[in-house]
T-cell receptor, first 114, second 113 residues
């Protein structure tokens, strides 16, 4: 059945280390997104991609990088430049086709710093 | 500058009663609004949406009302059930937003048995 998968569920990062969060979807959606959620905060957009081989920065892109080599996959790398990486990371996808676009979310990855 | 505001961080209601969750927005370009429900350690799930050409949309126990002049929308849940206990996010977008959603900070709803 179709959906969005994120792995791993929990991820630990050491100081100065880059880590990559996986996001895969089999919904045949063109657009994919990465959000970060902190306690008591809404979802803040990190990066988004509307089509393969193209992506744009969101509101809090500093310290993160992405790639979109395949339609189904949109991995997020949390680099050592991100000084406060501990958060719950959510991937979403949608099928742009007009104004009314609903984003569907994966189960999330919790990143913790050791 | 917070464009989507959910000013009440929490709401507690008795099972069987109505839950009313409020959301305000400042960007007059927003023309499509969504509500998401989120359980702890899970991704948000889409609940209901409304286009700016409507003032009401209903889906079972869930109804969303939109007041464009006041830049205000609300989600009504009737009757409330314990399983409705979750965080509810309001989100908004516009035709020129490249499908980006702007989220509020969320409201934690607790439904007491």
């Amino acid at each position: 059945d179709g959906g969005i998968t994120q792995s791993p569920k929990y991820l630990f990062r050491k100081e100065g280390q880059n880590v990559t969060l996986s996001c895969e979807q089999n919904l045949n959606h063109d657009a994919m997104y990465w959000y970060r959620q902190d306690p008591g905060q809404g979802l803040r957009l990190i990066y988004y991609s509307q089509i393969v081989n193209d992506f744009q920065k969101g509101d809090i892109a500093e310290g993160y990088s992405v790639s979109r080599e395949k339609k189904e996959s949109f991995p997020l790398t949390v680099t050592s430049a991100q000084k406060n990486p501990t958060a719950f990371y959510l991937c979403a996808s949608s099928s742009p086709g007009g104004v009314q676009e609903t984003q569907y979310f994966g189960p999330g990855t919790r990143l913790l710093v050791l | 500058d917070q464009q989507v505001k959910q000013n009440s961080p929490s709401l507690s209601v008795q099972e069987g009663r109505i839950s009313i969750l409020n959301c305000d927005y400042t960007n007059s370009m927003f023309d499509y609004f969504l509500w998401y429900k989120k359980y702890p350690a899970e991704g948000p799930t889409f609940l209901i949406s409304i286009s700016s050409i409507k003032d009401k949309n209903e889906d079972g126990r869930f109804t969303v009302f939109l007041n464009k002049s006041a830049k205000h929308l609300s989600l009504h849940i009737v009757p409330s059930q314990p399983g409705d206990s979750a965080v509810y996010f309001c989100a908004a977008t516009s035709a020129g937003a490249n499908s980006k959603l702007t989220f509020g900070k969320g409201i934690t709803l607790s439904v007491r048995p």
